[in-house]
């Protein structure tokens, strides 16, 4: 594969292949250049990596050629030799409703000396800073500022015509976008109410959408609908003894990347938080590629349910799947037209109007704002006297990916990548669900039932027939008391017996697996060898 880059570059790229040998010079050249070694016995190692130098000498590195990495690697030596040839740091716009550059204070500004409460930019901008120069576009923008690689859209709300019309010929002209959207962002704080009322504030819409560029571009993402899995719920704790899963919380594993996808490959666990839908539009000109989706245990919750203080474990004893999965993130790739039709919005100045994409559009869209908050994903500790990021999810690598994606060349991005092959426990995973949503929605009738008779004991312990506090039960108090009390253990025992049953499909299933694996399969292993050899027998005396 090197060897046609080589012969490719009409002499413009060189190849070298070193085999280094123990305690040599090529060996100490490897180790300088950042390629790992792979020990292979007490006194020798083995170096199978490349560094790539440019003319300034630059350089990029692959420690090693891992083999699960096999599936891009023609897009892992196609990126070294693009960041060669254009060695300048690439420089990412950003919009932003949300505060995620923390708060950049004037030196007037008394807390500028003092720190005291000032807010820190979020991680994901510390990821974003350490690779790429910023730009923050104020709320008040009516252009995007020139030679941009890539522009950052995060929880975009109220832009005007002239701002979707500057993202709408950013996008026409070949600009690459990557977009946060969410039906429902945990992370905008609570706006106050017209009436003050704090409940009203809490509950009130937190929404970003960009329907009209969307709907140009060919996809769609509900704003009252939000996504939930059973499958890929995420324990939360409701109560000091009690963890249940929030089916509005999922948590993405690798089953649900799109592993042709180089942002998605490889990428491992990333947190949501009640994400959006994204559909493509009938009759749309761009690919809607799918990167980030559910499981087909899935079905769309109301916005609503979200805002009022869902309770978890309703949403699962009322959960009912779907059968197919709904996608969270997507890219859409091909000639679009502007969503601004031929002409411009009134009082737009600036240059000529592009009524169509002049080259294929590319665009990520991440119905999610939330993934981005650092909460949900990584968080900052004290080592020494240094604050150091520690993650408990992806979604860092996951946007540096796009990032990376999106501001390279046309020809990088039209890199894919071979898929992989999988086979999970899928009956296990299926009795798994099915014994939660049951446990739940009897635990709910139970513990229902148990809440009314602790309410009659109650009753009965505290007031006569005459509604007077009583200090003495009459007899037929004291028959009805007894029942009460039977009736609450014989519900206690239930619950407990519920909670026992949950696993019980699944440990049978169990140990029939260990009958067929360790008893039947030799037997009949055993049974077809005899019977082998009484055929080779009759053969034989046959001859």
Do not use: C
């Not at 020990?39 to 199978?48: D, G, R, T, V």
């Amino acid at each position: 594969l090197l060897k046609q880059y080589e012969d490719s570059s009409d002499g413009k790229i060189l190849l070298e292949i070193v085999d280094p040998e123990p305690f040599t010079e090529e060996e100490d050249r490897a180790v300088a250049a950042g390629i790992t070694p792979l020990p292979k016995s007490a006194n020798e190692s083995l170096y199978f990596g490349l560094e790539a130098v440019n003319t300034t000498d630059q350089q990029e590195v692959i420690p090693v050629f891992y083999p699960d990495k096999e599936d891009f690697l023609e897009y892992d030596i196609t990126s070294a030799i693009y960041n060669l040839a254009n060695p300048d740091k690439r420089r990412v716009g950003i919009i932003s409703s949300l505060p995620i550059n923390g708060d950049v204070l004037d030196p007037s500004d008394p807390r500028y000396f003092t720190r005291e409460d000032v807010k820190e930019p979020w991680i994901i901008t510390r990821f974003i800073r350490h690779l790429y120069d910023i730009e923050l576009i104020p709320a008040e923008f009516n252009a995007l500022p020139e030679d941009l690689d890539v522009l950052m859209v995060v929880h975009p709300r109220g832009l005007n015509a002239t701002q979707l019309y500057a993202i709408d010929q950013y996008v026409m002209a070949g600009g690459r976008a990557l977009i946060f959207t969410d039906p429902h962002a945990e992370a905008q704080p609570n706006e106050p109410s017209p009436s003050n009322n704090p409940i009203e504030a809490m509950t009130a819409p937190k929404t970003s959408n960009m329907k009209r560029l969307f709907n140009s571009w060919g996809l769609d993402m509900s704003s009252t609908e939000v996504a939930g899995d059973i499958k890929l719920a995420t324990p939360i704790r409701i109560s000091q003894s009690e963890i249940v899963d929030y089916v509005l919380f999922p948590t993405l594993t690798s089953e649900q990347m799109n592993e042709k996808e180089f942002v998605t490959s490889s990428l491992g666990n990333v947190a949501m938080w009640t994400p959006g839908v994204l559909t493509q539009t009938e009759g749309s000109t761009t690919e809607f590629i799918p990167l980030m989706s559910t499981t087909e245990d899935s079905m769309p919750v109301g916005v609503d349910t979200v805002r009022y203080f869902p309770d978890a474990k309703k949403l699962i004893a009322e959960f009912e799947p779907g059968d197919a999965p709904m996608v969270l993130a997507a890219r859409v790739s091909g000639p679009a037209k502007s969503a601004f039709g031929t002409s411009p919005p009134s009082g737009t100045v600036g240059d000529a109007h592009l009524p169509e994409s002049s080259t294929p559009i590319n665009v990520i869209v991440v119905a999610d704002v939330d993934i981005l908050v650092d909460r949900y994903w990584a968080y900052l500790r004290p080592v020494g006297n240094q604050q150091v990021v520690t993650t408990t999810a992806k979604n860092g690598d996951f946007v540096i990916n796009a990032l990376d994606y999106l501001s390279g060349s046309q020809d990088l991005i039209s890199v894919r990548g071979r898929g992989k092959f999988r086979r999970p426990f899928v009956k296990v995973q299926e009795l798994e669900l099915e014994a939660n949503k049951e446990y739940f929605k009897r635990q709910q009738e139970l513990q229902a039932t148990l809440r009314e008779i602790t309410q009659r004991i109650n009753e009965l312990q505290s007031k006569d027939e005459a509604g007077r506090a009583a200090l003495t039960l009459s007899d037929e108090q004291k028959v009805e008391l007894q029942k009460a009390r039977e009736s609450q253990i014989a519900t206690n025992k239930q619950l407990r017996e519920v909670k026992r049953g949950l696993r019980g499909d699944i440990d049978s299933l169990g140990r029939r697996l260990k009958v067929i694996n360790i008893g039947l399969v030799p037997v009949l292993i055993g049974l077809f060898a005899v019977t082998l050899g009484v055929v080779k027998v009759k053969r034989r005396k046959r001859r």
